[in-house]
């Protein structure tokens, strides 16, 4: 197999993927309002009520808890971290990762949905993938079934690093997997020929491989399909890598795949943007905070023209509910600099019995829509004890400096085409192969 060595890695701590649809201005943290004679809370409070986007009535500021009042009276994005637990996130964004790699919920009467799988993690490297339903699973030879998410999450907390785990599909597939160390990967690409996936390096980190066995039939010919997972670690190192095989292959279209994919760093969405935006410098997009003070965000100078998606080429992207934050923004860029039409956007439109089983969960149903995340949040960092406050900070807007989709995301009324789909994800990807029989009927 080919491979193409990215970079090292770094050291492991998070154990599980979390979605935190966050568009984080991550590379640079505020060091405002940190006096050392300040105590943890008054340098909370003053940072709230001078850059937190939202007024707080501030009858409210009390000796809550420092997390019981992000939870309380912040918005859901806006969290407040100890030093160890910030820096455990930021590692975990970097790739740095261990455990099986995978989200999961329980659904009664159905069993265990896998909800996603992180690219070269355990539960990637044998064959899981989000779509699987899981009836049941144990260590030592036996399988018991999942009765409840509790049965789930036992089985895996207690389970050792090393220590096979193996599991039962409802088809009757077996997975035997064990918990590790491993550094994630967040983009592949297929054509219905080969694919180009990421795995461990020989002298550590990521390196590319072609996988003929990941290639998917039936993409149309000179269609490639890519999918982005999340806007962290080396996701536009491994996309660029990945279009470099695109051009190469002189392929003629192009599925971008942004389902399920939560957000991320600002920073990779605006290299990632300059891919589809000639390599310029143009605007990605603008945020502006309470006061109405604008910061302006342009793409990423892209000079390698093996790196770019000329406008010849016909980009297509599916979306579902959870594509948020940065995704949006991308989609935003692509339309605004004619990389993409709104007639080429596919969205997962949930069956009724996916719906009902949100709607009973207690959370908000969207269909046939993106998220609508348009608002970004900022880390602000304590010196004296090293904590760390995330606030939403302001709301952004598309280049065109009108268009933000907070609260309303990217719909099927912008032109957008409605794909049926049973649930989140599927095996085998239903949804995907619907796409590729309306783009080869065009």
């Not at 455990?99 to 690219?119: D, M, P």
Request: net charge neutral.
């Amino acid at each position: 197999m080919k491979r193409k060595a990215l970079f090292t890695t770094v050291s492991i701590i998070c154990a599980v993927i979390i979605a935190l649809l966050a568009f984080t201005a991550g590379y640079y943290t505020h060091k405002g309002l940190q006096s050392k004679s300040l105590s943890s809370y008054e340098w909370y409070i003053n940072t709230v009520k001078k850059y937190y986007y939202y007024d707080v009535d501030e009858s409210v500021f009390t000796e809550y808890g420092l997390k019981g009042f992000a939870s309380k009276y912040l918005d859901r994005y806006s969290e407040y971290y100890t030093k160890e637990e910030y820096k455990a996130i930021q590692s975990s964004n970097e790739g740095s990762k261990s455990g099986l790699g995978l989200s999961f919920a329980y659904v009664q009467g159905k069993g265990v949905y896998i909800s996603s799988v992180i690219g070269n993690s355990p539960a990637y490297m044998q064959g899981l993938r989000a779509g699987e339903w899981l009836e049941g699973g144990g260590k030592g030879g036996s399988v018991t079934p999942f009765e409840s998410q509790s049965d789930f999450t036992n089985l895996v907390t207690s389970a050792k690093d090393g220590e096979d785990i193996t599991f039962v599909s409802v088809s009757g597939k077996e997975y035997t997997i064990a918990k590790a160390e491993y550094t994630a990967s967040y983009a592949y690409m297929a054509t219905n020929s080969t694919a180009w996936t990421f795995g461990d390096s020989a002298d550590g980190g990521l390196a590319m491989y072609e996988n003929v066995n990941e290639r998917i039939t039936y993409l149309p010919q000179g269609c490639a399909y890519l999918h982005l997972s999340q806007f962290y670690g080396s996701a536009e190192k491994q996309v660029y890598y990945l279009l470099e095989k695109f051009n190469a292959s002189k392929c003629t279209s192009l599925v971008l795949d942004l389902r399920s994919n939560g957000g991320g760093y600002v920073k990779t969405m605006q290299a990632i943007a300059g891919c589809f935006a000639d390599g310029n410098r143009q605007l990605a997009m603008v945020s502006r905070d309470k006061y109405g003070k604008e910061m302006r965000y342009n793409c990423m100078k892209v000079t390698n023209p093996d790196y770019r998606v000329s406008k010849n080429i016909k980009v297509y992207v599916l979306a579902n509910s959870m594509t948020a934050s940065a995704s949006e923004a991308l989609i935003g860029t692509m339309i605004c600099y004619g990389a993409l039409d709104y007639k080429n956007i596919f969205l997962s439109d949930y069956s009724e019995e996916y719906n009902n089983w949100v709607k009973s969960a207690g959370e908000e149903v969207k269909t046939a829509q993106t998220y609508g995340k348009g608002i970004m949040q900022s880390p602000f960092t304590n010196n004296r004890t090293g904590e760390v406050l995330k606030l939403t900070t302001a709301k952004i807007y598309w280049p065109d400096g009108k268009t933000c989709i907070h609260d309303r995301g990217v719909t099927v009324e912008d032109g957008c085409v409605p794909i049926k789909v049973k649930w989140e994800h599927t095996l085998p990807d239903e949804e995907l192969q619907l796409a590729c029989q309306i783009i080869s009927s065009r």
